[in-house]
C-alpha cells in the first residue's frame, strides 16, 4: 500500500491527481470574512462557495478567517493549523463513489480563548465585510417562552460584567462594533448560516438586545451600519467517521485529520443585503433573492423536521442512520403524509416552486445509502430544533384547522426518546442543552404526560391548547403501549 500523505500547503503538488486542490495563490488571498463557528457544515457550505470563487474566478478577495470560540473548537484549531488551514471536502456522490477536493479558502484562524483581543481586533478591522455565523439555533440565546433574550444565561451574565474577555459570540459582536464605531470605522455585514426562520432578524434581534442592555450607545450606530441578511443554508453534512478519513487515505493518498463528508446537493438563498459589500457568490450557485421567507419554510418545515420525524421515529426503533429510516416502508409512508397533509398547507404562496420535485427530491436525498448520517446528530440539541422545526407547523395547523396529529407524535416520539433507550434495550445519551430538563420531564410523564409540555422554553402556551394536548396525550399513551413501527402503521392507516 502507497504511503498516504500528509495535508499541508506544501504537499498540495506532490498530491495525486484524482484528488482536486487549490491552484490559486493562497499567499495573495486578502481575508475579508470572519467566520464564528468553524464546523463541518461551515466547511462544506460557504468555504465551500467560496473556495469555487477563488479556484474559478480567481477571486481572492474573500478570504476566511475562522474563528473558534469555544474551548470545544480547540481540536479543530489545532489541525487547521497543522495542516496550514487546508481540508478535504469528500462528497458522497449518488453512485456511491467519492470525489475529494481540497479546500483553502480558509486562510486564517483565531482561537478566542486563547486570545480575545484579537479576535475582537479582528472582527472590527475595517477589512472585515462580513462576519458569517453558524453557531446553532441555541445559539441565538432567545427563550421560546418569551420570545426575548435569555438575560439569565449565565455566560451572558459573564460577558456582561467582563466586555473584554467576552465568552459569547454577542460580546464580541458588541465589542467589534463599539470599535468600529469609535474608530470611524464603516459597518459590515453580520450573516447568520444557521437554520432558523428569518435567521438575519433573529441574528439581529439578539444581538441589539443584547447590546440594548450592554452598550445602549451602540444600538443605533448597529441600527444604521450593519446588515443582517436573511438566508436559507443547505447541505446535508453527516459527522465525519474513522472510516472517513481512512478511506480518504486509500483512495487519495490524503491524510487528513478532520475531513468532512457531505452530499453532492447544495443550495443558499440568501437576502441582498450586505452593508459592505459582499463575494459574487451568484457565479457558483448561490441564489440572490428579494425574499427568502418562502425558500426558509420549505427548507426547515420539510427537511429539518422531516429529519427530525425519521430521527425520533428511527431512533426508538433502534436504526442508527437515516437512510435506514428513510427507506423503511412504513415510516415513509408516514414521513409523506406528514409533508404532504401537516408541513405543505402551512407554506403559503411558494412563487413558482415546484413543491411536489421538491419534496422527491428530499425522500430521496434522505434515502441516499452512502451519507451514513447518524440518527443521533439528528436528534442532538432538539430542544432547540423542535420550535423551528416542527412546532411551527403545529401552530398553523391549530389556526387553520389542518390536521397535525403526526407532528403531535413525533412530539410524543421525542418525550420517549427521553428516556434514553430504545426497543431494543439499548441505551444512548441525551446531548442536549436542557439535557436534565427533558431527562426530568420524561421520566414524571410516565405518570403525568403533561408534565412533558410543561417544558415552557421548549414548547411556549401550547400545553394550553386542548386539542394539541389531546393529540400529544393520545400518540404518548399509544407509544408506552406498543412499539413504534406498530403506531405509525396504525397512524398510516387511520389517517390515510
Ligand atoms: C439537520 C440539519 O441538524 C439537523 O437536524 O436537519 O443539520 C440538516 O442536515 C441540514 O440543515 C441540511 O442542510
Not at 441555541?138 to 466586555?163: C, H, Q, R, W
Request: charged share 25%; hydrophobic share 40%.
Amino acid at each position: 500500500m502507497k504511503t498516504s500523505i500528509a495535508l499541508n500547503q506544501e504537499n498540495l503538488a506532490i498530491m495525486p491527481p484524482n484528488v482536486s486542490k487549490p491552484s490559486y495563490n493562497r499567499d495573495k488571498v486578502k481575508t475579508s470574512i470572519v467566520h464564528i463557528g468553524v464546523g463541518n457544515f461551515h466547511r462544506s457550505h460557504e468555504a465551500y462557495y467560496t473556495n469555487e470563487l477563488m479556484e474559478r474566478y480567481g477571486v481572492l478577495d474573500c478570504g476566511i478567517c475562522g474563528v473558534g470560540l469555544l474551548d470545544y473548537d480547540r481540536r479543530i484549531y489545532n489541525i487547521l493549523k497543522d495542516q496550514d488551514g487546508l481540508y478535504t471536502l469528500v462528497t458522497k456522490e449518488l453512485d456511491g463513489s467519492l470525489s475529494a477536493k481540497v479546500i483553502g479558502s480558509i486562510v486564517e484562524f483565531l482561537f478566542a480563548p486563547e486570545n480575545p483581543i484579537a479576535v475582537i481586533e479582528k472582527m472590527a478591522n475595517p477589512d472585515i465585510k462580513i462576519i458569517s455565523l453558524t453557531i446553532t439555533e441555541g445559539g441565538y440565546n432567545l427563550n421560546e417562552a418569551t420570545g426575548e433574550f435569555d438575560f439569565s444565561n449565565p455566560v451572558i451574565v459573564e460577558d456582561m460584567k467582563n466586555p473584554m474577555s467576552p465568552k459569547t459570540v454577542f460580546g464580541y459582536l458588541a465589542q467589534a462594533m463599539k470599535l468600529r464605531m469609535q474608530r470611524g470605522f464603516p459597518g459590515c455585514t453580520i450573516q447568520s448560516c444557521d437554520n432558523i426562520q428569518g435567521n438575519g432578524n433573529v441574528a439581529k434581534k439578539s444581538l441589539l438586545n443584547y447590546v440594548e442592555k450592554a452598550e445602549p450607545e451602540l444600538v443605533e450606530w448597529i441600527e444604521e451600519n450593519v446588515s443582517f441578511p436573511n438566508a436559507m443554508v443547505d447541505r446535508i453534512t453527516p459527522v465525519t467517521v474513522a472510516t472517513d478519513i481512512t478511506k480518504l487515505q486509500e483512495e487519495f493518498l490524503i491524510d487528513d485529520q478532520w475531513p468532512v463528508v457531505c452530499e453532492p446537493f447544495i443550495q443558499w438563498v440568501i437576502e441582498d443585503k450586505f452593508a459592505a459589500g459582499r463575494p459574487a457568490w451568484e457565479k457558483v450557485g448561490a441564489q440572490f433573492v428579494e425574499n427568502v421567507v418562502p425558500f426558509e419554510n420549505m427548507k426547515l418545515r420539510l427537511l429539518n423536521a422531516g429529519h427530525s420525524v425519521l430521527g425520533m421515529l428511527g431512533a426508538l426503533h433502534g436504526y442508527n442512520t437515516i437512510d435506514e429510516a428513510a427507506r423503511d416502508e412504513d415510516f415513509k409512508v408516514f414521513l409523506r403524509a406528514f409533508m404532504d397533509e401537516e408541513a405543505s398547507p402551512t407554506l403559503g404562496d411558494l412563487g413558482g416552486i415546484d413543491l411536489e420535485k421538491y419534496k422527491d427530491s428530499l425522500i430521496e436525498r434522505f434515502q441516499n445509502i452512502y451519507i451514513k448520517d447518524l440518527i443521533s446528530r439528528i436528534c442532538l440539541e432538539s430542544s432547540a430544533k423542535f420550535p423551528i422545526f416542527l412546532l411551527p407547523t403545529v401552530k398553523a395547523q391549530l389556526e387553520n384547522g389542518g390536521n397535525f396529529g403526526r407532528a403531535a407524535f413525533v412530539v410524543a416520539a421525542w418525550c420517549k426518546y427521553n428516556d434514553g433507550v430504545d426497543e431494543n434495550g439499548n441505551t444512548y445519551t441525551i446531548e442536549d442543552a436542557i439535557s436534565n430538563e427533558l431527562i426530568r420531564a420524561a421520566a414524571l410523564s410516565h405518570q403525568e404526560p403533561i408534565r412533558f409540555l410543561e417544558i415552557d422554553t421548549v414548547f411556549g402556551n401550547l400545553k394550553a391548547n386542548k386539542t394539541f394536548v389531546d393529540a400529544f396525550l393520545k400518540s404518548l399513551k399509544m407509544l408506552r403501549s406498543k412499539k413504534v413501527k406498530a403506531c405509525v402503521q396504525e397512524m398510516n392507516g387511520v389517517l390515510a
